[in-house]
């Protein structure tokens, strides 16, 4: 019985919390723009070590993003919220001199959204277009509500395990706490867990829209994710790559939308 809930419990878990989808569609490629999504993620996964650049040259080049990218940013996130009164789409976008690890992120600080871009991430970058497309993906998770979506899955996720580890004492006569710990814990994984994947694949669609309207090449920008390099760093702690995984559907993802553009289609909201 207990080996069969190890199996059992993350499927029912993973059920009951596939209600917080994706809001946009991820578009999709045919079989020649995947062809070609796979041979510009092996070139990307080619490359060697790159020359770092200056504090200083790495600060203009944020500064020039910063200054294309962030109205435009702002102006998607407030077409996206416009039915939404309490939605805050003034971020404060700012380099994190704090941490040591080549890594951007999106989150809230007192209620309002931040994006951070690290010093070792700008000046390891090769172009404006790179430094675009990781600012315009971290918009995306704030557009997509990704972490009020994660959040809200994490909270099903355990309410279901700790139920189901409750139902499960009482139909074998016995109550144990430490069961009904363990399971709502490992239905908070669980929960928060779900859809990452596709999360990331929303970022990089209203990324590229974002990163397409202010002038740069999203496709350029997005090899810095097809990169091979190591999840962690030495110091153990997680890099770009380990948040933001490669993959070649990022690739296909951002043709796809590439696309979609030049067709001119906008985002469109996911059925």
């Known amino acids: 019985m207990k080996a069969l809930s190890r199996i059992c419990w993350p499927l029912v878990v993973a059920v009951g919390v596939s209600g917080c989808g994706t809001t946009y569609e991820i578009p999709s490629l045919g079989d020649t723009g995947t ?13 060697g070590a790159r020359r770092q650049l200056s504090d200083a040259a790495a600060q203009r080049r944020f500064q020039r993003v910063k200054a294309k990218v962030a109205p435009v940013g702002k102006a998607v996130c407030e077409h996206a919220a416009k039915d939404k009164a309490d939605a805050v789409c003034d971020v404060d976008l700012a380099i994190d001199h704090s941490l040591n690890e080549r890594n951007a992120y999106f989150t809230y600080k007192d209620n309002a959204p931040i994006i951070r871009v690290t010093m070792p991430l700008l000046k390891d970058s090769a172009s404006d277009d790179e ?10 998770h704030l557009i997509g509500k990704h972490i009020e979506k994660q959040q809200q899955q994490a909270m099903v996720g355990a309410l279901i395990l700790g139920s ?9 006569d016995y109550y144990d706490p430490n069961l009904v710990d363990a399971s709502v814990a490992l239905g908070a994984a669980a929960g928060s867990m779900a859809y990452s994947q596709s999360y990331e694949l ?33 110091a ?25 553009i030049e067709n001119d289609i906008g985002l469109k909201k996911a059925e």
């Open 236 to 260: 153990g702690k997680l890099s770009f790559w380990g948040t933001h995984p490669p993959d070649e559907k990022r690739v296909a993802t951002v043709l796809a939308t590439i696309e979609r």
């Open 131 to 140: 430094v675009a497309f990781v600012v315009g993906h971290e918009y995306g």
């Open 202 to 234: 929303e970022s990089d669609t209203v990324g590229t829209y974002i990163v397409h309207a202010a002038g740069y090449d999203p496709l350029d920008g997005a090899k810095f994710f097809a990169r091979a390099e190591d999840a962690k760093t030495e």
């Open 35 to 47: 062809q070609r999504a796979k041979l510009l993620f092996e070139e990307g996964q080619q490359e």
């Open 164 to 172: 189901i580890a409750v139902a499960a004492g009482a139909s074998a």
